[in-house]
Each structure stands twice: as structure tokens, then as C-alpha cells.
């Protein structure tokens, strides 16, 4: 199977218009057809946590042919998402971070534009707590709320003793 960010580009849907703009992939694009792979997202968080390794130290993390992995690490040196040297023998991979910086600059105006809806929703179920409470309160208490209370927090009428007051006993 072929992971290349171009193989990727095959597999869109093209129209007459967009073509034209898919033959000269930007930055960006080879970024993100790089990072589609979960094995080079893996690639790169091995990288990330571990410092610079060798193919064999990386390749020896997953279950792939040999020939297969390199070329996940082709896809990433390509996109400029990892950087390789010589040492004496061996080929050294690290992680190159810049790159990831254009995808996080990328991201910013959606983690904005959810970030504000988020407010917005906590705002409104903020007054909706508010006002249910307030309702709440007013029909536990019932007549309480809505009259005046005598001693001991008991409604009566207009001050007049309570009704069971005026009897005279026997």
C-alpha cells in the first residue's frame, strides 16, 4: 500500500477546478497527509518521548515490514516533520517541531471559534440554573413567598388573631 502524500492526493475526488490546486501541494498539505497515518503519529510521539532514535530502535516498535516503515519515515522527512542523520553507520531520527507549529496555527481560529460557543452554552446554563432556582424556592415555600408571615414563620391574614384563638373555651 502505497502512504505517500501524493498516493493520498490520488485517492480524492478531483473536478476540473480543484485540480489545478492539488498539483502543487502546499506545506500544509503534505503535514497533514503525513500525520493521517496512525503509525506516524506513533513515529513521532516515540520521537517525542524518547529523543533521537535509529530505524531498527523505531521500526522495532512496530509490526510491519521493514521496507514498509521506511517509508512512513520517508512521508515524515518529506513533510519536515522529522530529521535525519548520519551516524557512522546508523540513521538517526528526531523529532522536528516547527512544522508542527503551522498545524497548531492552523488549528487556533477552530479551538477559538469552540472555545467562545463553550462560553456561550456555559453562560446560558448558568441563567438557566439561576432561574430554575429561584422557581424552585418559590414553590417549596409556597404561600410563605407570596404573603406575610406571622411568628414562628406561620401565614395569617391582616393581623387578626389566628382563627383558632377566638373561641372562647367551654
Known amino acids: 500500500m502505497d502512504v505517500t502524500p501524493a ?7 478531483s473536478s476540473p477546478a480543484s485540480s489545478a490546486s492539488r498539483s502543487a501541494p502546499s506545506a500544509e498539505d503534505e503535514i497533514f497527509a503525513a500525520l493521517a497515518s496512525p503509525v506516524r503519529r506513533d513515529v513521532l510521539r516515540l520521537l517525542r518521548e524518547r529523543g533521537p532514535r535509529s530505524v531498527q530502535e523505531l521500526a522495532s516498535c512496530f509490526s510491519m515490514a521493514r521496507p514498509s516503515f521506511s517509508e512512513h519515515l520517508r512521508v515524515l522527512r518529506e513533510a519536515g516533520l522529522v530529521s535525519e542523520r548520519r551516524d557512522g553507520r546508523r ?23 469552540w472555545r ?55
Request: no cysteine; glycine share 10%.
Open 91 to 113: 540513521r538517526l531520527y528526531s523529532l522536528e517541531p516547527v512544522p508542527l507549529v503551522r498545524v497548531r496555527d492552523w488549528l487556533d481560529p477552530y479551538e477559538r471559534f
Open 7 to 13: 498516493a493520498v492526493r490520488r485517492q480524492l475526488p
Open 116 to 170: 467562545d460557543k463553550l462560553s456561550v452554552l456555559r453562560h446560558l446554563l448558568d441563567d438557566t440554573v439561576a432561574v430554575n432556582t429561584v422557581t424552585a424556592d418559590t414553590e417549596t415555600t409556597g404561600a410563605e413567598t407570596t404573603g406575610e408571615t406571622g411568628a414562628g414563620g406561620r401565614p395569617h391574614d391582616s393581623g387578626g388573631p389566628p382563627a383558632d384563638q377566638d373561641k372562647e373555651g367551654p
